[in-house]
């Protein structure tokens, strides 16, 4: 699986779009971009997945750019429950190494009121 | 739904003593992944199950840790001997076929002494 470099921290006021950015570019026509969060203590939580069309649901809007090498998360109004840590994964389901969900590093994302 | 379960929620034993943490997955999911999380390491995938047959246990430490799913709504970890450095958080996550989110537990806090 396609490997992903995300920043290492980021900041964003209560209320305002968080924008939390990702490279991935050597990702595989066959893979997906998923983004995770893990809210202190708590087991990882899916947030979006999304091929190479926009996608958007009750969480966030994900936008991946037309090569694909790269995407971003948004929350169009953070608030400070959305304080965690953001991980972006690139995976093909289905492949031999469709199990492979391999957790970076991640991004940590704080709210300020 | 009640998502995937583990038990204990917090396990403390001390060092040499055999250890089982529990996990259920959701109903109708045919992957079930365990995952163990430490400062220094992130979240390393441990192993993983298709349809209850092991598929993947290149992430497993050592022999002392071993995986069980008997059955398609259960599955466990061992640990025997447990050591301090074992001392982690294991998460258990589950996911149905296809290119869908996992889902994954609230963890197990363990803690050898």
């Known amino acids: 699986d396609a490997k992903t470099t995300q920043p290492t921290s980021m900041d964003c006021a209560e209320g305002r779009a968080a924008n939390l950015p990702c490279n991935h570019s050597t990702i595989s026509g066959n893979e997906y971009v998923y983004w995770y969060r893990q809210i202190h203590s708590q087991g990882p939580q899916y947030i979006i997945h999304g091929l190479k069309n926009n996608e958007t649901n009750e969480m966030a809007s994900l936008i991946i750019t037309e090569d694909r090498k790269s995407s971003t998360l948004i929350l169009p109004h953070a608030t400070l429950r959305d304080t965690a840590v953001y991980y972006c994964i690139v995976r093909a389901p289905g492949s031999s190494n469709t199990g492979k969900l391999i957790f970076g590093q991640g991004t940590t994302l704080q709210v300020k009121p | ?113």
């Not at chain 2, 430490?61 to 059955?71: I, T, V, W, Y």
């Open chain 2, 1 to 113: 739904d009640a998502g995937v379960i583990q038990s204990p929620r917090h396990e403390v034993t001390e060092m040499g003593q055999e250890v089982t943490l529990r996990c259920k997955p959701i109903s109708g999911h045919d992957y079930l992944f365990w995952y163990r999380q430490t400062m220094m390491r992130g979240l390393e995938l441990l192993i993983y199950f298709n349809n209850n047959v092991p598929i993947d246990d290149s992430g497993m430490p050592e022999d002392r840790f071993s995986a069980k799913m008997p059955n398609a709504s259960f599955s466990t970890l061992k640990i025997q001997p447990s050591e301090p450095r074992d001392s982690a958080v294991y998460f258990c996550a589950s996911s149905p076929t296809g290119v869908g989110g996992y889902t994954f537990g609230s963890g197990t806090r363990l803690t050898v002494v």
